[in-house]
């Protein structure tokens, strides 16, 4: 798989138009009519990885949405004297850099045009130029591995699932120190950093600028004995860096969508970003509130089209609730992005935690997850805590890998609803919380009743026999059930109330019973069913 994708990745950026080593005062983005004709080959812009996502979700390939902006178009642009620094095939656009502005009017002319837009001026030093420091604290009175407790996150790791064969795309400022830190030693000597690139530099250099990604990547695989417990310890990752920590434009949003795209090309299951915009260095760019509508911003436009092709995106909500702005920032506003929201240790809403609901009036944020006091690590030798949703984010991104390997035959949307389903507040969403704190054991049953074959006998245990978690499948939903355990000697040693709604229930608290033979019996409405358990650790 590995070697797969730094094939299909080279052969990308062969294509791709590059151009570096200098400064350059203004960005144009230009968007086209059309996309004139193509010689690319399917096999030439998806990997077999992108290839099998789309068939498992019944998605149609290649599209017009899958194949390149047209080349001749870029030359012609490059013809008039501006620089080529990258496009966008979703959304048919290319972005360009200059230093002379005047001649904007030539680009505008050009038959194939359908518009230009600027979107980086030159200008004072930015305001945001400390936009992605982490401010660091002490550490709080809870296990370190509380973000993975709360959301019941060792139901999937304790049977196995810990990210395996699910590939990460992670999209931030920069990666400084993760190509040293300890707690990334293990994912560093099995070669799980499969792929890196710089979308604003372009270059492969992403050990830089920022150590922004190098928090989020020690929360999704970090392994740090006794201070810092990974998500996602096992699973794969690709690290671009799309965010220009030096200024704020919405050129970012360009860099962010070349990233996006590169990910899906891979074969990417989720793509994960503590990022997001809605305010610039130039305040005439600035997004406006009705915009957060899912359908206005480009970024946003750009992480829905990401999710119309398989992905799971999950980006942070936004720190702006104590700030003028206060709502969630774009492209957490997507209809089909995941927003993730900041609670603490004891999930309460984080005082920064930025508030839905979207213009449009849907649930956002989606889910929240622990962003307050979270154990990272940015440089060797120590780890510290920090705040924000950029690392609720990689909370919940690291789970929800755990959760695509435990049912891998599971499709994007159904892990979305699975998210909203075992959130603690689904029956009453609100504005900061979303559908609550989800709950990976619930959010897994959810997902294995979809796929479950309906038995013939009554009721049916699987696995079985079983060394960790097991699952009740009956024939007819039962509804409201109580389940009892015996040994063999008759003795009962378990015993639980479930308000069934579906068809399976997952047993998670009977892990740690010895091996042996046990009788489970079910006891529902129009009678009780028995079946025998074999434990064997």
Known sequence: MKKGVYLLLSFLLAVT???????????????????????????????????????????????????????????????????????????????????????????????FVAG???????????????????????????PYDRPITMLNGYTLHDNGFTGKNILIAVLDGGFTNADRIESLNALRSRNGIIFTWDFV?????????????????????????????GTAPSADYILFKTEDVETEFPCEED??????????????????????????????????????????AFVTRVADMAASKGIVVIVSAGNERDNPWRKIIFPSDGDSVIAAGAVDENMI???????????????????????V???????????????????????????????????????????????HRSGDRYNSPDSLYGFGVPDMAKAYSFLKDIYTVVPEEEMIITPNPATGLFQLIFKQAPGPISIEIY???????????LPLSGRSAIITDFQNAGRGIYFVKVKKSEGSVTAKLIKTR
């Open 17 to 111: 138009l590059k151009s570096q080593g200098q400064a350059y005062s203004y960005f144009v983005r230009v968007y086209f009519k059309d996309k004139g004709n193509t010689s690319y080959q399917a096999q030439h812009i998806l990997s077999e990885r992108a290839v099998a996502r789309r068939t498992k979700s019944g998605i149609q390939f290649p599209v017009l949405s899958d194949f390149p902006v047209n080349r001749a178009y870029i030359d012609q642009i490059r013809s008039l004297g501006y620089t080529f620094h990258c496009s966008s095939k979703w959304m048919n656009t290319a972005l360009f850099k200059t230093n002379n502005i005047s001649g904007i009017t030539s680009i505008q002319s050009l038959p």
């Open 373 to 419: 006091r979270v154990p990272i690590q940015m440089t060797t030798g120590s780890s510290t805590f920090g705040n924000g949703t950029s690392f609720s984010c990689p909370v919940l991104s690291g789970m929800t890998a755990c959760l695509m390997q435990g049912v891998p035959q599971a499709i994007n949307s159904q892990i979305i609803e699975a998210l």
């Open 201 to 229: 530099k372009l270059d492969a250099g992403v050990y830089e600028s920022s150590t922004h990604g190098t928090d989020v990547m020690s929360i999704l695989a970090g392994q740090l004995p006794n201070h810092i417990a």
């Open 255 to 296: 860099f962010w969508a070349a990233g996006a795209e590169f990910a899906d090309s891979a074969g990417a299951d989720i793509i994960t970003s503590s990022l997001g915009y809605y305010e610039f260095d130039d305040p005439s760019m600035n997004y406006k509130q009705s915009d957060l509508d899912g359908n206005t």
């Open 349 to 371: 809403i984080a005082p920064f935690s930025s508030a839905g609901p979207s213009a449009d009036r849907r649930v956002k944020p989606d889910n929240v997850a622990m962003g």
């Open 116 to 142: 230009v837009k600027i979107v980086k001026t030159p200008g004072p030093k930015s305001r945001f130029i400390d936009k992605l420091e982490v401010k660091t604290m002490e550490a709080g009175a809870f």
């Open 487 to 497: 040994n063999e000697a008759g003795s009962m040693l378990y015993r639980k109330d």
